[in-house]
């Protein structure tokens, strides 16, 4: 037979020695062999055993030198036992034997077994860990990009002017006959008052990237001081509720009568104005809630938010129809401020 040019197969053993199966000592075939040392040692002494007992009665008979006459079967039954009891104990020892090795060689089968099973199971779990660290690191990619998402989402309710150019009209060139502002008076000052509809549309923010009619409805709100402020106040607490996953979208509010709108704007506060605190989601007040007290970043933020809000509930009620207020009770905004006011304690 020739040889093989990469060396023969013990070689290639040594030399990866983990390449070799692993037996599974539970999946082994017991040793069933012929007669073991035990049953020989049984067999031997039964023989000896039987072979004096006939001796000895043989020697008794044969001093006697007489037979009995008649059949005594009380000497035939202790007879019987004074031969046969003996060998019947060596055998009772024998097999006790035999089931004690039988025991010891399941035992080492049992924890060759294990041994086994142990090796793969570690074995296995370095090749998950090793399979898993990419899993893992994918997912942290995942979520990262969909918190980047989430950012670039929120950023565009931005009042940067850049942000919006791309969906804004483009700009009208100044006119000659223009007449020049009086010193300290503000282009903002000067501009139309913002219509209702506007106000409340773009306190629901855009709905996305491809909603003209709301960013529009927020380019136009954003050139009114007061209504930026609140904007840009409800921007800042929307952004950092969605860092803890509360987003207002998932907030299925108990929506309060318009009266009860009235009352709040009118002073009212606690018991009589509770339907505004309609925010059920336990999950979302206890986040909002840990967060205010652990956050001072945040609570700065919510009672700044919170602030703005009730100012603008106070000046936008009295010429406010009972339509306009439930559409306002339905913006975004207004779920930010039911939640942080019932977190704050404003309805109880």
């Not at 037979?1 to 990469?6: F, K, N, Q, S, V």
């Not at 607490?237 to 987003?247: K, M, N, P, R």
């Not at 009212?268 to 336990?282: F, M, T």
């Not at 339905?330 to 942080?340: D, E, Q």
Request: aromatic content about 6%.
């Amino acid at each position: 037979m020739t040889e093989r040019p990469d060396g023969s197969d013990e070689a290639r053993m040594s030399e990866n020695p983990q390449s070799r199966p692993t037996p599974l000592g539970i999946y082994d075939r017991p040793q069933r062999g012929g007669l073991s040392g035990i049953e020989i040692a049984a067999l031997v002494l039964s023989g000896l055993w039987l072979c004096g007992s006939a001796l000895f009665f043989l020697a008794t008979d044969s001093a006697t030198g007489t037979e009995s006459a008649t059949f005594d079967s009380l000497r035939f039954v202790m007879t019987l036992m004074a031969v046969f009891l003996p060998v019947a104990m060596i055998w009772v020892a024998a097999t006790a034997a035999r089931s004690a090795r039988v025991m010891r060689e399941e035992s080492a089968r049992l924890q060759a077994a294990i041994d086994a099973i142990r090796q793969a199971y570690v074995a296995q779990s370095q090749r998950q860990s090793a399979a898993g660290e990419p899993a893992v690191a994918r997912k942290l990619e995942e979520i990262a990009a969909a918190t980047r998402k989430t950012e670039t989402a929120l950023a565009t309710f931005s009042s940067s002017r850049e942000r919006v150019r791309p969906l804004a009209p483009p700009p009208q060139p100044p006119q000659d006959d223009q007449a020049p502002l009086p010193l300290g008076t503000r282009a903002e000052d000067t501009a139309p008052p913002l219509e209702r509809e506007d106000f409340i549309r773009a306190l629901n923010f855009p709905e996305t990237a491809e909603d003209e009619e709301g960013f529009a409805a927020l380019r136009r709100a954003l050139k009114d001081r007061q209504a930026a402020q609140l904007i840009q106040a409800a921007q800042d607490v929307l952004t950092l509720l969605s860092q803890d996953g509360i987003y207002m979208d998932d907030l299925k509010p108990d929506m309060a009568r318009p009266e009860v709108w009235r009352r709040f704007a009118e002073g009212a506060r606690g018991k009589p104005v509770a339907p505004l605190g309609g925010i059920r989601d336990r999950s979302s007040l206890a986040l909002a809630a840990g967060r205010m007290k652990q956050d001072p970043i945040f609570r700065d933020a919510a009672h700044h938010f919170l602030r703005l809000f009730d100012r603008m509930v106070q000046a936008f009620e009295p010429s406010a129809s009972d339509a306009e207020l439930s559409d306002l009770s339905n913006t975004r905004t207004a779920r930010a401020f039911m939640l942080l006011g019932r977190v704050a304690g404003i309805f109880d």
